[in-house]
């Protein structure tokens, strides 16, 4: 059977192989498995929530989701319980509230544990910017959090809301409306993705392009994937080939790639020839295409792999987690779980 153990970003041991399954670090805890019990472990390997639960989720605003005959509740970060594991499913905290299912609706608790909207819909997100999004009979909105509906519950479909703006759709299309619930935008694209940096992607005749909030075209329709800009700049894909792109639409950097990612700390990842490597914003390739698989920079380290196996690279390029690994190493906090057997 597989074992767990975690490693620092420099490839050596902190936490010894024990494990039968094991998270990514969220503010300072890791979920973490053994014989079919779950719990959370710290930067040090202390348990301190013990491994006494059937299943848990990642930590988040400092509480978990715990599971406990079949029902869900949640726990502090010192692991004491909070909301006793009563529902059905339970979502993330924000600001103190958490959305949760009972009897097959949703509504939303308070970490004390008590009722704070009534589960009366089909769906619940979390709230974000103090709006929650909910569903009841086919039609999506926003509730603030009092629960009173602020975008009323008309919409076909809708995406959480981002920089003020959230996507709808209706009569099977897109557009978008303010936190207001005021159409910006009104519906009659094929898809949409989600405001930011003054521009949305949206695709028209199967074909993807960016307008602002005027709906004026600032990038044309003629491209094969959703456009999302991060850095200032977009893995676009046309005819087959990947470059960057500004959000004027004009290139940094022409299509030449095989593959692009995001832009993480002034690098993405591309392929080309069947090699993956980083370049910067001009394109220059600052970590050689000399790797056989790849993903994007986090903040410190990138996953590649070199033949077989899998390591991890610096952003200068500096091999710091040997190339011993048959599964992907990703770092989180600064520690990676890795398997062992």
């Known amino acids: 059977m597989k074992t767990y153990s975690y490693i620092n970003t420099k490839g050596k041991m902190i936490i010894p192989a024990r494990y039968h399954e094991a998270g990514a670090f969220c503010e300072g805890l890791a979920a973490v498995g053994l014989d079919g019990a ?56 924000e600001d103190d509230i958490a959305p949760v299912c009972l009897d097959g609706r949703w509504g939303y608790v308070r970490s004390n544990g008590l009722p704070h909207i009534p589960c009366q819909y089909d769906y619940a997100f979390g709230f974000e910017d103090g709006l ?34 959230a996507s709808f759709s ?12 005021s159409v910006i935008i009104q519906p009659q694209y094929d898809d949409i993705g989600v405001y930011q940096q003054g521009l949305i992607s949206v695709k028209q005749d199967n074909k993807w392009g960016c307008i602002d909030k005027g709906e004026q075209v600032v990038i044309p329709f003629r491209y094969e994937e959703e456009i999302h800009f991060t850095e200032g700049l977009a893995p676009v894909r046309h005819e087959g080939k990947y470059g960057f792109m500004r959000v004027d639409g004009s290139w940094a950097v022409k299509p030449v790639f095989d593959y692009a990612g995001y832009f993480t700390n002034a690098l993405a990842l591309v392929q080309q020839d069947d090699k993956y490597g980083f370049v910067d914003h001009t394109g220059t390739a600052v970590i050689q295409l000399e790797y ?42 600064g520690r990676a779980a890795v398997v062992h057997g």
Request: with cysteine; hydrophobic share 35%; proline share 7%.
């Open 132 to 165: 929650g999004m909910v569903c009841r009979d086919d039609q999506w909105g926003f509730i603030d959090r009092n629960g009173t509906e602020v975008i009323p519950l008309w919409a076909e479909n809708i995406l959480p809301l981002k920089e003020g703006l």
């Open 170 to 181: 209706t009569n099977g299309r897109w557009g978008c409306m303010d936190s207001q619930g």
């Open 38 to 93: 779950y719990g959370f472990i710290d930067g040090s390997g202390t348990a301190i929530i013990p491994l006494r639960y059937p299943a848990v989720r990642n930590l988040s605003n400092g509480f978990a989701p715990v599971q406990r005959e079949y029902n869900w509740g949640f726990v502090d970060g010192p692991g004491r319980e909070c909301v006793p594991p009563i529902f059905a499913d339970v979502g993330d905290f």
């Open 292 to 333: 056989d698989d790849g993903y994007d920079l986090d903040e410190e380290t990138a996953t590649v792999k070199k033949s077989t196996y899998w390591g991890c690279i610096d952003k200068r390029g500096d091999n710091c987690v040997p190339f011993i690994y048959h599964e992907p190493v990703f770092f989180s906090e």
